[in-house]
């Protein structure tokens, strides 16, 4: 199978391809540098595999939720490339990639996910470990204040992932009593997507590329 993954959805711009068995990819956080950084790291990875986007089986997408300019400049790109190559779009949660990276580092079983949403706000989301140690969501994503997240039932011990709780030192202690470690898994990565992907696509999720629906899960826009 050849994937080409990419998430624009945080700070970091990601993009990997999976060919022959092999992943290369392009890593960078940067602020603001997404328009200029996501389309020579497809082309470098690409040559680099000696493919086309027209060689690919599908691409993967971070679809959020996280910046919703950051998400519309990813799904443009990989629209782009879609429409352009006859190739469909697999739609990932990019909170179900860091829960990725954080199960992939650990032994952990379950991982609760927190992304910056601004204005006082998180995007979270919880996952348990699945088969081939891939997560699982335990619900769907939600918009929370800073504080307490409802998502996380008493009584249940998680492990933090994910930017928030390292910037908001008031969200780790809200949620003390259920957080039994923070992981250094913090940002969506590309090599991470491409394993969802793959799960995805094996299951039927592919989409055409007009299809795409951004997960912004905020109705209002921010950056």
Known sequence: ???????????????????????????????????RLLVPMIRELLSAASLTPADLDAIVLGN?????????I???????LAYAAGVPIVPVSSLAAVAAEALDSSEVARVLVAQ????????????ARGEHDLPVAAGAAVLEPIGRIALAAEGDEWH?????????PELLAANAARIAGV??????????????????FAAGEAIDPGALEPAYVRERVTA
Request: proline fraction near 2%.
């Open 1 to 35: 199978m050849k994937l080409l993954a990419l998430d624009t959805s945080s700070l970091a711009c990601t993009v990997a391809v999976l060919y022959d068995g092999r992943v290369q990819e392009r890593h960078a956080l940067e602020a603001r540098a997404h328009t």
């Open 64 to 72: 959020g939720p996280g910046s919703f300019i950051g998400i519309r």
């Open 74 to 80: 990813g799904a443009s790109v990989a629209q782009g």
């Open 116 to 127: 910056d949403a601004h204005m006082g706000e998180v995007y979270a989301a919880g996952f």
């Open 160 to 168: 933090a992932a994910g930017e928030a709780w390292h910037r908001y």
């Open 183 to 200: 992981l250094d898994a913090r940002w969506p990565r590309a090599r991470y997507l491409l394993a969802l992907g793959r799960r995805a």
